[in-house]
């Protein structure tokens, strides 16, 4: 098994760009999550998926959109990167959203000039 | 709100000292959870604690659930380089919410 699979791994944007993470996993988890990794701040949560077809916002969701058609995939689009999106975005996938055991990605740090 | 509040933020150790390092929070949680993480990887979980009071070891670490459900500790013995990273507490309420880690040095 690859766990969890994160592209790319680093990724340098112009404000006003848009691009997506990508996200997979291949451990057939029904829940699935994004996070963004700042300095000085814990991990908080931008969006999750407790399955196929169905997303929901988590603390910080404003400048970010997710789909999820699949169980295996979560990507997540930044529709007009802005500097304040410059962090270190991790996907995570769990067996349930109450399973507590999150498996993570290794992470895409981004930058957004 | 469900902030956390770990410390310390950093500490620098020399090889087979014990490390002690804890979160806090103004609100209760359901479980505590320790996580783990390498530079350029993702945080990986070390350990779960699911009662109030609940004391569970993993090897050379052991963590702790407070008695208020406010707060957990993590304790780390006899440190080897490979203990070297970031460590993250994580409560869950409603949702999941993380502290802002302690990085670990640990010198030969």
């Known amino acids: 098994n690859a766990g969890v699979t994160q592209t790319p791994k680093f990724q340098v944007l112009k404000t006003g760009q848009s691009m997506t993470l990508q996200c997979a996993q291949d451990m057939n988890h029904e829940y699935m999550s994004w996070y963004r990794q700042d300095p000085g701040m814990g991990l908080r949560l931008i969006h999750y998926s407790v399955g196929a077809g169905i997303t929901d916002q988590g603390e910080v969701p404003n400048g970010y959109n997710v789909s999820r058609s699949t169980t295996e995939d979560f990507p997540l689009r930044l529709l007009s990167a802005a500097p304040s999106q410059t962090s270190v975005y991790f996907c995570?996938?769990?067996?349930?959203?109450?399973?507590?055991?999150?498996?993570f990605g290794p992470g895409t740090r981004l930058t957004v000039l | 709100g469900q902030q956390l509040n770990q410390s310390p933020q950093s500490m620098f150790i020399q090889e087979g000292e014990d490390v002690s390092m804890n979160c806090t929070s103004s609100s209760i949680f359901n479980t505590w959870l320790w996580y783990k993480q390498d530079p350029g990887e993702g945080p990986v979980l070390l350990i779960a604690?699911?009662?109030?009071?609940e004391l569970t070891s993993n090897g050379r670490l052991t963590a702790q659930f407070g008695i208020t459900r406010k707060d957990s500790f993590l304790n780390i013995s006899a440190s080897i380089p490979s203990d070297v990273g970031i460590y993250f507490c994580?409560?869950?309420?409603?949702?999941?919410?993380f502290g802002a880690g302690t990085r670990l040095t640990v010198k030969p």
């Open positions: 604690l699911y009662k109030a009071g």
């Open positions: 994580a409560g869950q309420a409603n949702d999941m919410r």
């Open positions: 995570a996938s769990s067996y349930s959203k109450g399973h507590l055991e999150q498996f």
